[in-house]
T-cell receptor, first 113, second 116 residues
């Protein structure tokens, strides 16, 4: 089955700096890659996603890049703010329709004031 | 998302007891999912259902059972066979457009299950 590795497990950055979280996946058939933000005790919330026919996608301060050849994708957050502090999860799924996601173990992002 | 309701928010299970977690959605989504989250871990897929009266096992289905009798409801039963049930359980749903395109999954607020 699919395996998703996520690094780093903890990331501390100064407010205003950029943060990058990286994930690798094992199944070359995977074609949909969402990113979720989860605050303590809350539900995961979708912040951005990318499909395998696209190399990069941006939404304001957030961007995701995908390298299908290397089987890795990354989340980029620019101009970080205190409210960006949370745990971020990457995920991958193959096939089509409505299959379940395989998640990475998460990155705890800490924004230092 | 306000359209996915999980209940109860907290649940306690005694040894040898089965408990059922509720998940209801009013988004008219076709697919529904159950994930388990342990402290400091990512989410792991328990079961999922793409249409009514059909469901598939995920990566950690042992000790769990589900039903999908109605489109809006996907209850999860944690049986006594699940020896380590303490976790945060999250239900999600998504629309189904085609077999070629996965759609975003949106989550409920979760149920926290503990052992007495």
């Amino acid at each position: 089955g699919e395996n998703v590795e996520q690094h780093p497990s903890t990331l501390s950055v100064q407010e205003g700096d950029s943060a990058v979280i990286k994930c690798t996946y094992s199944d070359s058939a995977s074609n949909y890659f969402p990113w979720y933000k989860q605050e303590l005790g809350k539900r995961p919330q979708l912040i951005i996603d990318i499909r395998s026919n696209v190399g990069e996608k941006k939404d304001q301060r957030i961007a995701v890049t995908l390298n299908k050849t290397a089987k890795h994708f990354s989340l980029h957050i620019t101009e970080t703010q205190p409210e960006d502090s949370a745990v971020y999860f990457c995920a991958a799924v193959k096939g089509g329709g409505a299959d379940g996601l395989t998640f990475g173990k998460g990155t705890h992002l800490i924004i230092q004031p | 998302d306000g359209g996915i309701t999980q209940s109860p928010k907290y649940l306690f299970r005694k040894e040898g007891q089965n408990v059922t977690l509720s998940c209801e959605q009013n988004l008219n989504h076709d697919a529904m999912y159950w994930y388990r989250q342990d402290p400091g871990q990512g989410l792991r897929l328990i079961y999922y259902s793409q249409i009514v009266n059909d469901f598939q096992k995920g990566d950690i289905a042992e000790g769990y059972s589900v039903s999908r009798e109605k489109k809006e409801s996907f209850p999860l039963t944690v049986t006594s066979a699940q020896k380590n049930p303490t976790a945060f359980y999250l239900c999600a749903s998504s629309i189904f457009l085609s077999v070629y395109s996965n759609q975003p999954q949106h989550f409920g607020d979760g149920t926290r299950l503990s052992i007495l």
